[in-house]
């Protein structure tokens, strides 16, 4: 039980007079509510999901360190910070703490709700939880339940963070090398094999010590060090973990065929934390829907890389539906019908 939450978003466009244009998207562990800087390739003038036709909103997800209610804030009960005290956040009560700012927003009907990731995660609950509020769904890189192989990663990454001598210390930048080296095992699981090889290789047959895949390692935990917290990373890892559609509705199967929304279930073919396998079963279970994959070298990640097949594989489908589409994306499925 919480006294009171509070929630940061972002909002591009506006709602129109029909209120059928709200897209909702839903951001992955380490972003922010502005898609329009995280997905820049989908969000944003002239793109996909323009702002002058739809009314694009993102909320930033409880116990993330950019605006909602997190690890720093101050518990109202005690006035000092949560830190390791803070409240657990499931996937599920995230879907459930957005229902209120839907309600603020005046959406009543959301016409795309898309989401990667853990995002993909939370886009599912809230399809289930209120079967009619979306018209289509774009699931990319999720599941419907965190698998143990995903499962033992974040536990892996928080060990890392456990492990460091300054994380039993309640101030901010407690555990932040311990959370370096999360990120260093978490970027495995996002990339590939492929991904290293083509950016980190030697090409030097006499280096013994120095290597760029080692340096890459250290610089993304110091990047990320720089503008997120332990706190977060480690409240954020464990809500994805406890990740189960299934919980409380008679299984999975069950809980999926709840879903109403048109939907296609994207993934991607290098991925090896969220393995195509996840994807086919979620396509497999959920009524009517579609499923297809991207090829991309960046595995994992390639959900917020590879923005021209992931538009063309949402543009198509859409136009397959016969749908309400803004003018930026009927500019889109005219390129793709004459193509």
Request: hydrophobic share 40%; charged share 20%; aromatic share 12%.
């Amino acid at each position: 039980m919480l006294p009171a939450y509070h929630l940061a978003y972002t909002t591009h466009g506006f709602l129109n007079e029909a209120k059928n244009n709200a897209v909702w998207v839903f951001h992955a562990l380490t972003a922010n509510s502005d898609p329009a800087e995280w997905w820049t390739g989908l969000v944003g003038d002239g793109k996909l999901f323009d702002p002058a036709s739809w009314f694009i909103v993102c909320v930033n997800m409880p116990g993330s360190c950019y605006g909602s209610i997190g690890p720093l804030d101050n518990n109202p009960l005690t006035h000092t910070p949560w830190y390791h005290d803070f409240p657990f956040f499931t996937t599920r009560d995230m879907i459930n703490a957005y229902r209120p700012l839907q309600d603020f927003l005046g959406i009543k009907k959301i016409h795309i709700g898309i989401g990667g990731s853990m995002g993909g995660q939370q886009l599912l609950e809230w399809a289930i939880a209120v079967p009619q509020l979306f018209d289509f769904i774009f699931p990319i890189a999720t599941n419907a339940r965190h698998s143990a192989w995903g499962i033992a990663f974040n536990a892996s990454q928080r060990l890392a963070i456990e492990t460091d001598p300054t994380w039993k210390q309640s101030n901010e930048s407690a555990g932040a090398t311990g959370m370096k080296t999360a990120r260093g095992i978490a970027l495995i699981s996002y990339r590939s094999y492929e991904t290293y090889e083509a950016g980190q290789a030697e090409t030097e047959n006499e280096k013994i010590t120095g290597f760029k895949s080692e340096s890459y390692q250290r610089y993304q935990g110091e990047k990320l060090a720089k503008r997120f917290n332990a706190f977060s990373y480690y409240f954020l890892s464990k809500g994805m973990d406890a990740h189960n559609l299934g919980r409380g509705r008679h299984g999975v199967e069950k809980a999926l065929q709840q879903i109403q929304a048109k939907t296609l279930v994207i993934g991607i073919e290098s991925d090896i934390l969220f393995p195509l396998a996840e994807q086919q079963w979620l396509a497999k279970h959920i009524p009517g829907a579609a499923y297809t994959s991207i090829h991309s070298t960046y595995g994992h990640d390639g959900f917020l890389l590879e923005f021209e097949q992931i538009q063309d594989c949402i543009s198509k489908f859409l136009l397959n539906n016969k749908t309400f589409i803004g003018t930026n994306e009927r500019h889109q499925l005219t390129r793709i019908k004459t193509n």
